[in-house]
């Protein structure tokens, strides 16, 4: 499952989650948050049996320059 939701988080333009952590599973956006600890909690209370693949988007201009 991490690597079908690695694939769809390359694939997809998250541009408007940028400088946000995303939990990605089954192919959709969990939950965002800026604060990487706030997300994990969020998503072990919301979604207990979840693996979510979960990374932080750069911002456009930091990706640009890359």
């Given at each position: 499952?991490?690597?079908r939701n690695y694939d769809w988080f390359i ?18 956006v969990l939950e965002t948050n800026v604060n ?31």
């Amino acid at each position: 499952m991490t690597t079908r939701n690695y694939d769809w988080f390359i694939e997809n333009n998250l541009d408007k989650y940028s400088g946000r952590w995303i939990a990605i599973d089954n192919e959709k956006v969990l939950e965002t948050n800026v604060n990487l600890d706030a997300l994990l909690k969020k998503v072990k209370e919301k979604y207990p049996q979840s693996r979510p693949f979960i990374t932080k988007v750069r911002n456009k201009l930091l990706r640009l320059h890359s």
